[in-house]
Structures are given as structure tokens and as C-alpha cells.
T-cell receptor, first 110, second 111 residues
């Protein structure tokens, strides 16, 4: 089946630093989504990308849909303590099925 | 507007017991989904329902059954729980085949 490789698996950064994570796939996706999961909660949608090459921002978050449609990245600028959590990429394929990456655990030290 | 709600939040079962996880959404979404989340594996799709009256298997359907009771509600049933089904279960919904919105999860332990 389809697989997404998300990296890095975890990051430990200082408050104020920028963060970058990415996702690659062996298959093409029509839509890329980025979610954040806080401890004990369900994933919350951060950004949705619908077109190859698309670059979208949501506050301090910026995400891009790769030209090949097989990859995406998420950047967080000027990190703050509440950015802590697990970030998931997800590719939306046919029939609305989401394939998730393994997640990036982000820790921000004040 | 509560979004996606799930009950119960926590459950402990003995091997062989059965239970039903409930999910409801108030966003008038057509599609609903059940996922399980295990450490280091992201979320994996168990079953989904593209519209009221239809259900289809996802990536890991074995040991589970589902019922799309109406447009709002989508339940997941474990007929005979096994320790391998210890996991966190998430329900999600979406407008047709676009971005999905998740509930808070049910933490299930099978001993």
C-alpha cells in the first residue's frame, strides 16, 4: 500500500528557532494535509494543499506541495512553547482515504 | 457546534469481551472514518463510510465491524477484543473527500 516517510522523527529546539519537517511518498497524492496533535487530543488540521507547487501560510506556519506531488514540507517560524506536539503529514488519495506519516515529535525548550 | 464527539474517552476490556465505540458529528458531513493510532505508526484507517448507508474496509479492518446509523453517527464494534486491539481510536468526518476533522479519541486497553 501507499506509505509516507516523515522526517525527522523528533526535534528538540529552543524557543524562537525555526523548524522544518518533511514528508515523502512513493505514490502521488492529490492533496497534502498537515495536522498537529496535542497530548490526549485528536489531530487538528493546520494546512491543506491542493495543487502541485502550492505554497500556503497560516500564521507562523508555511507548507508546500511538491512539484512531483510526492512530497511536502512544513516550516514553523519563531517557535513558541505551545508549538509542542506531534505533527503529522497526510496524503489524500482516491476515495477520500488519508495515508498518514509516522509523525514528528516537537519539543520546544523555553 | 461540538464538531466530532466520541464516547467513551477511556475503556478497559478483558480479552474476549465486546464493546461499541460511538461517534457523532454535527457538521453535516457525508463521510466518516475510524482510525487507530499506535506508537510510531501514525494513524491507520480501519473502516470508512463515504455516505449514509455505505461502509468500506480500510487498511486494518480485521476484528472490527462498523455501522453508519444515520448521517450523524458512525459506530465501531469489537466483537471479541484482543490485546492487539489496545490502541487509541479516532473518529473523523469530512465533506465528501476533502480534509478530515477528528474527534478527541477513545483510549482502549485490552488485558
Amino acid at each position: 500500500g501507499q506509505q509516507l516517510n516523515q522526517s525527522p522523527q523528533s526535534m528538540f529546539i529552543q524557543e524562537g528557532e525555526d523548524v522544518s519537517m518533511n514528508c515523502t511518498s512513493s505514490s502521488i497524492f492529490n492533496t497534502w494535509l498537515w495536522y498537529k496533535q496535542d497530548p490526549g487530543e485528536g489531530p487538528v488540521l493546520l494546512i491543506a494543499l491542493y495543487k502541485a507547487g502550492e505554497l500556503t501560510s497560516n500564521g507562523r506556519l508555511t507548507a508546500q506541495f511538491g512539484i512531483t506531488r510526492k512530497d511536502s514540507f512544513l516550516n514553523i517560524s519563531a517557535s513558541i512553547p505551545s508549538d509542542v506536539g506531534i505533527y503529522f503529514c497526510a496524503g489524500l488519495g482516491s476515495y477520500g482515504k488519508l495515508t498518514f506519516g509516522q509523525g514528528t515529535i516537537l519539543t520546544v525548550h523555553p | 457546534n461540538a464538531g466530532v464527539t466520541q464516547t467513551p474517552k477511556f475503556q478497559v476490556l478483558k480479552t474476549g469481551q465486546s464493546m461499541t465505540l460511538q461517534c457523532a458529528q454535527d457538521m453535516n458531513h457525508n463521510s466518516m472514518y475510524w482510525y487507530r493510532q499506535d506508537p510510531g505508526m501514525g494513524l491507520r484507517l480501519i473502516y470508512y463510510s463515504a455516505s449514509e448507508g455505505t461502509t468500506d474496509k480500510g487498511e486494518v479492518p480485521n476484528g472490527y465491524n462498523v455501522s453508519r446509523l444515520n448521517k450523524r453517527e458512525f459506530s465501531l464494534r469489537l466483537e471479541s477484543a484482543a490485546p492487539s486491539q489496545t490502541s487509541v481510536y479516532f473518529c473523523a468526518s469530512s465533506v465528501d473527500r476533502y480534509e478530515q476533522y477528528f474527534g478527541p479519541g477513545t483510549r482502549l486497553t485490552v488485558t
